[in-house]
């Protein structure tokens, strides 16, 4: 099945003066928690380095969503036609705005303007390591291939962990299982599976469908500028789409998807050992200035050369 596909980044520029005084002016400075730390905004280029290895592995991506908040990567050629740099302001409604909470904006993904049917989504953080085709990512069916962390017993180990144990879930595990707990209660089925957090491919029909069944479920999310624990992560999209059966689902090994947190530098051997087919080079709470200095060193190594989309 020949089809266009699209590929949606989110990407902020933490580093921003004007910015920073927009986020502190709404949300406060960053703290160490999860939800606000510096490591969620930070920006040491690393769309950079995505965008190279999008041109050196997927070349026959059709074009490049950027959404940012009044923002335009300096290094960026925004002549080239291939990209297309979308402000919040264009996909979201006035009272989110403005937004520092990447779950909220992922909601809005179907509202971007020109957005091919069938597509991928990307943090800045997201990079592939071997050739792919559209068939890494949509079956010939045209349904997306939803790639999952396979859990078993989900449901019961959050219980446990939560209830029992007395061990606080992360906010990410929390609207992860938000998003499981509201599609279990419209399809009786609680989907146990984890997000591989790495490029995932979509139907933008799917999302609009989903948007307007759970609109009211959603609703109380416009308003938050940032993060929180009853927010509804975008897993629901993949959940609802194997309940209507408008996806095929795979479960990951580290060999196809890897997780490299940036602070944990041990993690780098074991990239080289699994040599994956995707990776994500994780910021966060626990990572410094010069874990990010690593990471980006290591990126350039593995993509030195400049792409199209750089001047």
């Known amino acids: 099945m020949i089809m266009d596909i699209d590929l949606v980044y989110l990407w902020v520029n933490g580093n921003d003066p004007k910015w920073i005084a927009k986020r502190n002016a709404c949300i406060g400075k960053p703290t ?36 940012t908040d009044e923002q335009v990567p300096e290094w960026l050629d925004t002549s080239n036609p291939k990209v297309h740099v979308v402000d919040h302001k264009e996909i979201m409604p006035e009272e989110s705005l403005p937004c520092f909470n990447s779950t909220l904006i992922e909601h809005y993904l179907d509202k971007i303007p020109g957005l091919s049917e069938h597509f991928l989504f990307s943090n800045d953080d997201m990079y592939i390591n071997r050739p792919v085709s559209p068939a890494t990512f949509f079956e010939a069916d045209g349904l997306p291939i939803l790639y999952m962390n396979r859990k078993p017993f989900r449901k019961l180990a959050l219980f446990f962990r939560d209830r029992v144990v007395g061990k606080p879930l992360s906010m990410y595990l929390k609207i ?33 469908f989903a948007n307007r069944k759970f ?19 975008r897993s629901v999209y993949s959940y609802v789409a194997l309940a209507e059966k408008k996806g095929h689902l795979r479960y990951v090994s580290q060999s196809h998807s890897f997780r490299l947190h940036i602070d944990n530098h041990k993690l780098y051997e074991k990239f080289e050992r699994y040599n994956p087919v995707f990776f994500c080079m994780n910021d966060s709470e626990f990572a410094n200035d010069a874990d990010r200095k690593a990471a980006i060193e290591f990126l350039d190594r593995q993509f030195p050369k400049k792409s199209q989309f750089e001047k």
């Open 176 to 208: 992860i299982r938000n998003a499981a707990e509201l599609v279990e209660k419209y399809y009786g089925t609680y989907y146990g599976c984890k997000p591989h957090h790495n490029i995932d491919s979509y139907l933008k029909s799917t999302i609009t």
């Open 215 to 233: 609109e009211k479920e959603f609703s109380h999310m416009v308003q938050h500028h940032i993060r929180s624990a009853d927010d509804v992560q």
């Open 32 to 67: 160490d928690k999860q939800e606000n730390c510096a490591g969620r905004y930070a920006d040491s280029g690393e769309l950079k380095y995505s965008l190279r290895s999008i041109e050196k592995y997927a070349p026959w991506i059709r074009k490049i969503f950027i959404v």
